[in-house]
């Protein structure tokens, strides 16, 4: 988020741009840990709305910012196993449908067909959109940083925010482990930390770090190259296929919040049995490398775009899971909503930080 808001800044002319990382090299966290997926079916019209202007800007990403990216359009294909969620995602089909998300619907055959390595006897359907995919995000992240250093951005790694100085209601300046630096405007970009930042100035963002974690395989030549992003939506369980092996994660919905990035060996396991049991093959496999990362949680699984309590001091975080697909687009409509006043190319008003305090959350189904 924070370099593709500098980026986007730069690009409508603002000067003295200054990108702090508290890590030695950007995009660590959260981004460089996340699967890579990118999808057009989300459960609220919101989220739709974000991927149907987010996905054709990583379409676009290395015609305009000269790095290529891997887009894989590999599709993402949501297989379910009980009637309850066939009938959501037929409705939710219904409403990505009439945005212009183009989600089909295949059968539980349809499925198993494609699919003859896996088992998935009790698949009752599932959704499918082919433009669904993968991108590499490092090469997003190093795309915005190096082409937003040429447009006049400052970005700085090892520089840890320690401080936000408010006076009179209003953001007066920063204070980091390297000094201080005065400035009447700060974008809280700070991913699953985002909550930490604001209570520097004394704001309060609901954004709950929860672990994740997955492992790749080593080589599986009977994978073939149409394998989609494949979600068992029941267990929250996912593959997709990365290098010559697979991508394998699964959600533990009785993770603690935390901000440990450590691999829970006990999790690993029950994601290895439950993959195994979907893909007997993988016992021909070997572990080859393995991933936790922090997903930034708010109490409605969407984003928080723009202004707080505090003068000059916005926000942009808490995409639950599912930011890095959104980057792009989150970092234009934040560079619209700091000088235009409000955002244009999607209408996010809804998605403000007042909405918790006064009651006004968004329901998402599909948060995986
Ligand atoms: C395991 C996993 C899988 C995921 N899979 C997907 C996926 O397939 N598709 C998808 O779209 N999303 C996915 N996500 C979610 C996605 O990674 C995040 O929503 C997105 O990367 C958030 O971006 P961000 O810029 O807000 O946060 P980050 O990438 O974490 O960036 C925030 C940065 O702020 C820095 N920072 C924090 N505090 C300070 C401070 N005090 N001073 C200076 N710097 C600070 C951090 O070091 C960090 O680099 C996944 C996440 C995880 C953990």
């Known amino acids: 988020m924070g370099a593709s808001i500098a ?205 994740r974690q997955w492992f790749t395989t080593s080589a599986l030549p009977e994978i073939p190259a149409d394998f989609p992003f ?13 290098a010559k092996g697979l991508l394998i994660g699964m959600s533990n919905s009785d993770e603690p919040p935390g901000f440990d990035q450590n691999v829970d060996p006990e999790w690993e396991l029950a994601i290895v049995e439950s993959a195994a049991a979907r893909m007997p093959l993988l016992e021909k496999a070997s572990l080859v490398s393995r991933l936790a990362g922090l997903y930034e949680v708010t109490p409605d699984a969407h984003p928080i775009f723009g202004r707080t309590p505090v003068d000059g001091f916005s926000v942009c975080a808490g995409f639950s899971g599912h930011g890095f697909m959104h980057g792009p687009i989150s970092g234009f409509l934040m560079s619209e909503i700091l000088l235009d006043g409000q955002a244009q190319a999607v209408d996010v008003s809804q998605l403000d930080l007042a909405r918790f305090a006064e009651g006004r959350m968004i329901q998402e189904y599909n948060v995986v």
């Not at 379910?80 to 959501?88: E, G, I, Q």
């Open 7 to 211: 980026y986007h800044l730069a690009m409508r002319g603002v000067k003295h741009i200054l990108l702090l990382e508290k890590d030695d090299f950007f995009g660590l966290e959260a981004t460089g840990r996340c699967a890579g997926g990118v999808r057009y079916q989300f459960a609220t019209e919101a989220n739709v709305r974000l991927s149907l202007v987010s996905l054709p800007m990583l379409e676009r990403f290395e015609e305009e910012i000269g790095q290529a990216i891997d887009y894989r359009k590999c599709g993402y294909l949501f297989a379910l196993t009980n009637p309850t969620d066939v009938a959501v995602f037929q409705h939710n089909m219904g409403m990505q449908n009439r945005l212009g998300a183009g989600t089909q619907w295949l059968d539980g055959d349809e499925i198993r067909r494609w699919l003859p390595m896996m088992r998935l006897e009790d698949v009752l359907g599932g959704t499918y959109n082919p433009r669904d995919g993968l991108v590499d995000p490092s090469s997003v992240v190093m795309g915005y940083i190096n082409t937003g250093k040429r447009l006049g951005v400052t970005a700085l790694t090892g520089v840890e925010v320690t401080g936000l100085r408010v006076k009179a209601g209003s953001i007066h300046a920063v204070e980091t482990n390297q000094g201080n630096v005065s400035t009447p405007h700060v974008v809280n970009a700070a991913g699953p930390w985002a909550g930490v930042v604001g209570r520097m100035a004394g704001v309060d963002i609901p954004i709950t770090p929860i672990r």
């Open 230 to 242: 494949l979600i068992d939506f029941a267990q929250s369980l996912y593959f997709h296929r990365e």
